[in-house]
């Protein structure tokens, strides 16, 4: 009988001292990209069934096995343990286990440095402490839960556009270029998460009050995934005129409509070099009011009505000497 009354107890002390103390949670359940921090929360739920906690452990899934990441733990300074470099980068973490009630570890990313599909992952947390019923050490782990995502975004990365004389091998650095050149502008980045959008130029010239698009189709690129985005490139060319003394060539996506709305957009200021666009222009020689206008042979005709003026000279004086 005495036996048997034992075997009867000693499963119920093996249940308590083994029930789940630690649980997970992400907070929101659901984390719009880019718009919500992404946090998770390592607890206790039974703190009565622990006279202490010595650590607490957030693990994130890597193929087949869980790698830690972050921890906090009695008897070591500081007491936040990183295990993940690369998350100790971008992310924080804070926690605390004076005691079973308040015992804690919070990971946060911040909105803008959340990595998307790669930290939308299967995390869970593992603690260990010394239990109150039986006063022995007890290491329990959550069931896994998979952070869940919805991509809400708009493009926000573009690069600046990248210029190159039609037919040069490679991208020019410079920006200003003689009448009739032929330049090939290109801009790469973000156009959201739909593959079917593209990378939208417009342009503005002097004295024009805004930027208008360009009427030419631009020579796209295939969208590629990056992340929970698509990228492409775009490609336009252009021949620079005498009109162009000063242009704003924009490249943008994400845009709402009207040139220079895009979410993601970039310039880039492409002018003609000025002797181009004077020397043809007709000028005026200092102290004289003759106008220099090129003729078809080379010469000016201010050139020309000098010349005849001296031969009529001389023609007069030699008829005043036969006289």
């Given at each position: 009988?005495?036996l048997?009354?034992?075997?009867?107890?000693?499963?119920?002390?093996?249940?308590?001292a083994?029930?789940?103390n630690i649980?997970?949670?992400a907070?929101?359940s659901?984390?719009?990209?880019?718009?919500?921090?992404?946090?998770?929360?390592?607890?206790i739920?039974?703190?009565?069934?622990?006279?202490?906690?010595?650590?607490?452990?957030?693990?994130?899934?890597?193929?087949?096995?869980?790698?830690?990441?972050?921890?906090?733990?009695?008897?070591?300074?500081?007491?936040?343990?990183w295990?993940?470099?690369?998350l100790?980068?971008?992310?924080?973490?804070?926690?605390?286990?004076?005691?079973?009630?308040?015992?804690?570890?919070?990971?946060?990313?911040?909105?803008?440095?959340?990595?998307?599909?790669?930290?939308?992952?299967?995390y869970?947390?593992?603690?260990?402490?010394?239990?109150?019923?039986?006063?022995?050490?007890?290491?329990?782990?959550?069931t896994?839960?998979?952070?869940?995502?919805?991509?809400?975004?708009?493009?926000t990365?573009?690069?600046?556009?990248?210029?190159?004389?039609?037919?040069?091998?490679?991208?020019?650095?410079?920006r200003?270029?003689?009448?009739?050149?032929?330049?090939?502008?290109?801009?790469?980045?973000e156009?959201?998460?739909?593959?079917?959008k593209?990378?939208?130029?417009?342009?503005?010239r002097?004295?024009?009050?805004s930027?208008?698009?360009?009427?030419?189709?631009?020579?796209?690129?295939?969208?590629?995934?990056?992340?929970?985005?698509?990228?492409?490139?775009?490609?336009i060319?252009?021949?620079?005129?005498?009109?162009?003394?000063?242009?704003?060539?924009?490249?943008?996506?994400?845009d709402?409509?009207?040139?220079?709305?895009?979410?993601?957009?970039?310039?880039?200021?492409?002018?003609i070099?000025?002797?181009?666009?004077?020397?043809?222009?007709?000028?005026?020689?200092?102290?004289?009011?003759?106008?220099?206008?090129?003729?078809?042979?080379g010469?000016?005709?201010?050139?020309?009505?000098?010349r005849?003026?001296?031969?009529?000279?001389?023609?007069?004086?030699?008829?005043?000497?036969?006289?």
């Open positions: 009988m005495t048997g009354f034992m075997c009867a107890i000693l499963p119920s002390l093996s249940l308590l083994y029930a789940q649980e997970i949670q907070f929101p659901t984390v719009n990209f880019r718009e919500n921090d992404l946090v998770i929360v390592c607890s739920t039974n703190p009565s069934q622990l006279a202490s906690v010595f650590f607490i452990q957030l693990l994130k899934n890597s193929s087949t096995l869980f790698d830690d990441v972050v921890s906090v733990a009695t008897g070591q300074t500081p007491p936040i343990q295990k993940d470099s690369t100790q980068y971008r992310a924080s973490a804070t926690g605390s286990l004076d005691s079973p009630s308040t015992a804690q570890l919070r990971f946060t990313i911040d909105k803008n440095r959340v990595i998307c599909p790669s930290d939308f992952n299967v869970k947390c593992r603690m260990s402490g010394l239990t109150t019923v039986v006063s022995e050490a007890v290491t329990q782990e959550t896994p839960i998979t952070i869940s995502y919805i991509v809400l975004a708009l493009p990365v573009i690069e600046l556009p990248r210029v190159k004389i039609i037919n040069g091998i490679f991208d020019t650095p410079k200003q270029f003689s009448v009739g050149t032929a330049i090939m502008l290109t801009c790469q980045g156009v959201g998460t739909d593959p079917s593209t990378i939208r130029w417009c342009a503005q002097t004295k024009e009050f930027f208008t698009g360009f009427a030419q189709t631009p020579i796209d690129s295939e969208a590629s995934p990056s992340g929970c985005m698509f990228t492409r490139s775009s490609t060319t252009y021949n620079l005129t005498s009109q162009d003394t000063f242009t704003r060539f924009l490249c943008e996506s994400g709402s409509g009207l040139c220079g709305t895009g979410t993601a957009i970039q310039y880039v200021n492409i002018s070099t000025e002797w181009s666009y004077t020397t043809n222009n007709p000028t005026i020689d200092e102290g004289s009011s003759a106008i220099n206008v090129p003729t078809t042979d010469t000016s005709a201010a050139g020309t009505i000098s005849g003026l001296m031969r009529l000279t001389v023609l007069i004086l030699h008829i005043l000497l036969a006289v």
